[in-house]
């Protein structure tokens, strides 16, 4: 990816802006490459809305952006958004509801190239058939195809999509999300998608940047994210996880359930998720059973170590454990932050 | 860094305030609703810093006031009644002919007061219409009477009218539940629908509080004193203007305290009624409590509409008999069409920005703006009239008495009927779509012209049929503003009415109501559409 070859599609750099009393943006900042897909991930309130709608042009902030090398944010430099070549896709999908799915999607392009290019986008999302029905017609999820047909036809530089899932049932968002994925690559189309949903970025992105606060505080693939987090907030925020107080020593942190490598010394923070830690039966038990829920294809099961703290492992199905038996525990991998519990 | 069990923070996203895109309408806003605020202002001020001229005497201020009140409280309570049992009976019963009684019980609004008050003064006294039977001669009711009864017949429509919905959104499981416990039908209605009604009825009774205290039509007609018509005899009456400004500032407040207190129930009534689409069981009315029912909607249909539509035309047919001249009013039904029509246009686009900046474009000064607009609509516009009149004569003299300064009185008094039909436009689309269409490569020129307006426009076609009607009907603004020989048909009903021209009157009153029905059955086609 990041080779010097690959363009930048996005640059955003140092974007400030605050409000009355809280801050959106502070010192946001980030780069998103040619035909990649990024998540903007965080809780709600951490500004990525706002980053979505200042790059797309709907609102103003410090600080500057390019689309393709062309500056369209800086200082005396506003381009407003319909010069942007910005697709969104909003939230709430802002069809116009005075328009036929037909003439929403041409909406966006020039009247002589409108019929060609209005089928072919309306066959790419699988709607060939709906084109003349109104929007208050069309299911959720159909909506949301349209919202996308839309963004897409003026073959815009990058697509921004707010929140795309969030309106649709559980049991029609894991479809939705791979149709969105395969069409955003099979167009080769630069995405930036905004959730709060870790497992929603985790699956569809090649890169997902974690937002806290008005600013990016990690981007990476996914994989790499889930196993190396930057900090204990960003492992807390991704999956579950567990802590475990120690000292830095001679290159190692010992705990109860291992030692981990480490170059820190004094006061370190080890970082467990429940996958990484083994359970067994058998010898020089450390631990007992506090709790466990079974969910089928997996288990979580909750241990009390002797000092007291608790530690959660994920397991397969068999064999199970009872609440009070004595197990042994292992971490056969933990990440080791600086800091105190 | 924090540790241990990681709380993450669930702060909500800020309002979408600051947007870029919202700036026009803003400056559009500030544009419409701070001239219109300046009069009232300035009259205020001036009656802070030129002093009350001569002082009107205590005795006279006490009468005056109570007067008003009295009149107010009467005509509120009996509105309330006719209103509640016309709502109840239209909605929550099986009587027969329920949506004609519902559009019959609702139909009088369009008569404006004074209309009524020559309707009562044609049927009564020794050449009235009651008087064709031999023996029969009622006495014109001049005074409180008169007065209480204009107003209560002509003002129970609004009350009908604020609470239906409020009817219809009482939940019917709180009314079965009632019954399940072995409640009888009466107690059902006292205990568990009147008491949930509340909010609206208080609503209700404030809003034709707020028009009772503002009406001078009735009130100069039968010659009863309230503020209003002191206002006006101050004003015409004498050089020294002050003492009618001091009544005037007066009367403001007084109608901003109602306003600001109706407000307030609103917004609290939304906490007791949830909206429902269970259905509910109708009552069935039987035997007498049906002839009773009958009874009283019938006699309110005469009374509200077949009296005073006969008392019109037995006057226009007397006198057309007799040979009257009626004078040629086609100039005045050219004159009322043209600044109503022209005023109603200018509202719609007066109330395009105030809608979008309390709608899609929410703000900080949102909730300002909207009680900006609601505070010039709630003034009496007697009072409007006198203000616009004292700013125009220091500030702006070339445009006193001039048709233009009239009819942007009228827009700012009229203009929030046109925002809160574009607000309930607005409301039902996303307020994105501006955005989404500039992300679509479009001007905010294009936007304004394929977006905003074509889904802001039914609400703006509806809220200019309101300020039409509105200010056909206008009086009070009209008589203070108008320049020099500028007669409309609201005028010349009311001042034939005053010099006994009946025939006069009762054609110019044909004529007003005949040129309301077109905008009032797009409205009604529209209601019934919904």
């Known amino acids: 990816m990041n080779s010097a070859t690959d363009q930048l599609t996005i640059r955003a750099r140092s974007l400030t802006k605050s409000y009355d009393d809280a801050v959106a943006l502070d010192q946001f900042s980030l780069d998103v490459w040619e035909g990649s897909l990024l998540t903007l991930l965080g809780p709600s309130g951490c500004g990525k809305t706002t980053a979505l709608r200042v790059i797309a042009g709907f609102e103003e902030a410090a600080g500057t952006v390019d689309i393709r090398g062309r500056q369209v944010l800086g200082p005396n430099v506003f381009v407003p958004p319909e010069k942007r070549k910005v697709g969104m896709v909003f939230q709430d999908y802002a069809l116009f509801p005075h328009m036929t799915v037909k003439a929403n999607i041409a909406y966006g392009i020039n009247k002589k190239t409108t019929g060609n290019r209005v089928e072919e986008v309306l066959d790419l999302v699988g709607l060939s058939r709906l084109g003349n029905r109104m929007p208050n017609e069309l299911s959720g999820g159909q909506q949301q195809r349209v919202a996308l047909a839309r963004a897409l036809a003026p073959n815009p530089d990058v697509i921004l999509l707010d929140e795309p899932f969030s309106n649709l049932d559980a049991s029609l968002r894991d479809r939705v999300r791979r149709e969105l994925r395969t069409i955003l690559t099979e167009t080769k189309t630069t995405a930036v998608l905004v959730t709060h949903d870790q497992e929603e970025a985790l699956a569809t992105s090649d890169l997902v940047a974690v937002m806290y606060q008005g600013r990016v505080v990690q981007v990476d693939a996914p994989a790499k994210l889930y196993t190396n987090p930057a900090d204990p907030w960003i492992a807390d925020f991704l999956g579950d996880a567990d802590v475990l107080p120690s000292t830095g020593h001679r290159g190692y942190a010992e705990s109860e359930i291992g030692r981990f490598k480490t170059d820190l010394k004094g006061r370190v923070i080890i970082v467990v998720r429940p996958e990484d830690v083994q359970i067994s039966m058998g010898e020089a038990p450390n631990a007992m059973v506090a709790s466990s829920e079974f969910f089928g294809h997996d288990q979580l099961v909750t241990v009390a170590l002797a000092s007291g703290r608790r530690v959660r492992s994920r397991i397969g199905p068999r064999p199970t454990y009872e609440p009070g038996e004595h197990v042994r525990v292992r971490a056969i991998h933990a990440q080791v932050f600086p800091g105190q519990v | ?530």
């Open chain 2, 1 to 530: 860094m924090t540790a241990g069990p990681i709380t993450v923070s669930t702060a909500t996203e800020p309002p979408q305030q600051g947007r870029r895109s919202s700036r026009g309408w803003w400056t559009a806003t500030a544009i419409v609703l701070l001239p219109a605020l300046i009069p009232p202002v300035s009259l205020a001020w001036q009656v802070v810093t030129e002093g009350i001229g001569a002082p009107i005497p205590f005795g006279r201020l006490v009468e005056l006031f109570l007067g008003t009140l009295a009149l107010t409280v009467a005509v509120t309570v009996t509105a309330l009644g006719i209103g509640t049992g016309t709502a109840w009976l239209t909605n929550r019963t099986n009587l027969p002919g329920r949506k004609i009684w519902m559009l019959l019980a609702a139909l009088p609004l369009v008569i404006p007061s004074y209309m009524a008050a020559l309707t009562i003064i044609g049927a009564t006294g020794p050449s009235g219409l009651l008087s064709i039977w031999p023996g029969v001669e009622i006495p014109t009711p001049y005074g409180f009477l008169g007065a209480w009864l204009a107003l209560s017949v002509f003002l129970a429509p609004m009350a009908h009218l604020i609470i239906t919905p409020a009817l219809r959104m009482i939940d019917p499981a709180t009314e079965e539940a009632a019954t399940g416990l072995g409640a009888s039908k009466t107690r059902v209605f006292f205990t568990i629908t009147l008491l949930q009604l509340r909010p609206a009825l208080v609503s209700a009774g404030l809003m034709v509080g707020l028009y009772t205290i503002s009406d001078f039509g009735a009130v100069s007609l039968l010659r009863f004193d309230t503020f209003t018509r002191a206002i006006f005899t101050l004003y015409a009456g004498q050089i020294d203007r002050r003492p009618a400004a001091v009544l005037s500032v007066v009367l403001m407040v007084l109608a901003l305290v109602i306003l600001f207190l109706e407000r307030r129930t609103r917004s609290r009534a939304g906490y007791h009624l949830k909206s429902t689409s269970r259905r509910r069981r109708r009552i069935e009315l039987t035997g007498w409590g049906k002839a009773l029912a009958l009874g009283f909607l019938g006699s309110f249909a005469f009374v509200a509409l077949i009296v005073p539509i006969s008392v019109l035309v037995f006057w226009l047919i007397r006198g057309l008999d007799a040979g009257q001249d009626l004078g040629m009013f086609w100039d005045e039904i050219g004159r009322s069409l043209s600044v109503s029509t022209i005023a109603a246009l200018l509202a719609a686009a007066a109330a395009l920005p105030i809608a979008m900046v309390t709608t899609w474009k929410r703000g900080k000064f949102s909730n300002t703006a909207e009680t900006a607009t609601w505070a010039i609509y709630a003034l009496p516009h007697i009072t409007v009239g006198v203000a616009v009149v004292a700013f125009a004569l220091q500030w702006i003299r070339p445009l006193y008495q001039t048709l233009g300064l009239l009819i942007l009185t009228y827009v700012a008094m009229f203009m929030a009927q046109s925002v809160s039909t574009t607000q309930d436009s607005l409301r039902r689309a996303s307020s994105d779509l501006e955005d989404a269409s500039r992300g679509l490569g479009r001007g905010p020129l294009a936007t304004l012209r394929r977006v905003t307006v074509p889904l802001a426009g039914p609400g703006l076609l509806a809220g200019s049929a309101l300020v039409f009607l509105s200010v056909m009907k206008e009086l009070p603004a009209t008589l203070l503003l108008r320049p020099n020989g500028f007669e409309t048909l609201a005028i010349r009903i009311w001042s034939s009415t005053g010099e006994g021209f009946y025939t006069r009157a009762s054609a110019a009153s044909l004529a007003l109501l005949a040129v309301s029905i077109v905008p009032l059955l797009a409205l009604t086609y529209r209601e019934l559409s919904d």
